[in-house]
């Protein structure tokens, strides 16, 4: 071994494969590798598979639903699992796709298949309860992506959190979850008249925070913002209050999920839920 390190051999990976029937490598698809939301999962899932000598394939889908089929089908016959974040697809497709090749889903609730989900369910309950309790009785929620689980599963977190205290949301949209989508909206926040809002995550929350100053809002006194992931939160002024994520750790357990796959069964079946925890800052007084 020494002397073929010396020489600059290294392990041929594909003739391995022809004999273990094993790539050693992870498919790792994500909707936007620019989003801060999933550099972490990215980071750490890369780290736990190099621990178990595994490598990791990535691919970006720009949450095209199209696109997605495609990438799994290009990382299919090359890796020897898939770990898929965010997805867009339809749970029938995820089934299929499920039942060809091992398969770990990230933040996508699909019955009978193994899925990692990054909740913030309570978190946001107690923002709610942070703004009714500083006397907020017209609380804003803008949506991400339509096509999310995470902004469905938000939305539904937020409308109850709402319903419990007799109030009635005001929802607004920022279809493409993008920087400047969270400025578009600032202007729609201000015309409903709220005084908190409540941003579907930190990259919307910094968009709204930018619009709100050319308007000439003061954060937190003329209104409240309220994040979700904690990815920006430090780059803001003031400092973003939002709800932190183990993003990390949902990373390591998809990889671990993988790692674990049976020879007839493949992936074992787990729902694993992380509970996010909201973290109160500069912007909510």
């Not at 003739?15 to 989003?35: E, M, Y």
């Not at 923002?127 to 907020?136: A, M, P, Q, S």
């Not at 929802?171 to 969270?182: I, M, R, V």
Request: hydrophobic share 45%; net charge negative; proline share 5%.
């Amino acid at each position: 071994m020494a002397a073929a390190a010396e020489l600059g051999y290294v392990p041929n990976n594909h003739a391995r494969a022809l004999i273990t029937g094993k790539s050693g490598v992870i498919g790792l698809i994500v909707p936007d590798i620019a989003n801060p939301f999933f550099p972490p999962i990215i980071r750490h899932a890369q780290l736990a598979a190099e621990e178990l000598g595994l490598s990791v394939f990535i691919a970006d889908t720009d949450g095209d639903a199209d696109r997605e089929v495609t990438m799994i089908g290009r990382l299919s016959p090359q890796v020897d699992g898939l770990i898929i974040a965010a997805s867009r697809l339809p749970e029938k497709s995820l089934t299929t796709i499920a039942q060809r090749m091992p398969t770990v889903l990230i933040n996508r609730d699909v019955d009978k298949i193994s899925r990692v989900l990054v909740s913030a369910t309570e978190a946001l309950a107690e923002g709610i309860n942070h703004f009714v309790r500083g006397g907020h009785t017209r609380i804003a929620y803008v949506e991400g992506p339509p096509k999310s689980w995470s902004n469905m599963q938000r939305l539904t977190s937020v409308t109850q959190a709402m319903n419990s205290h007799g109030l009635d949301g005001i929802f607004l949209q920022a279809p493409a979850g993008t920087f400047t989508d969270g400025v578009d909206a600032s202007a729609m926040v201000v015309e409903s008249g709220a005084t908190a809002v409540i941003a579907f995550d930190d990259v919307i929350a910094h968009g709204l925070m930018s619009g709100f100053r050319e308007r000439g809002l003061r954060i937190p006194d003329d209104i409240c913002i309220l994040g979700c992931d904690d990815t920006l939160a430090i780059t803001t002024f003031p400092s973003l209050s939002s709800i932190t994520l183990d993003l990390a750790k949902a990373g390591r357990i998809a990889v671990e999920a993988l790692r674990n796959t049976q020879p007839k069964r493949g992936v074992i079946e787990k729902r694993i839920e992380l509970e996010g925890n909201l973290v109160l800052r500069g912007t909510t007084g």
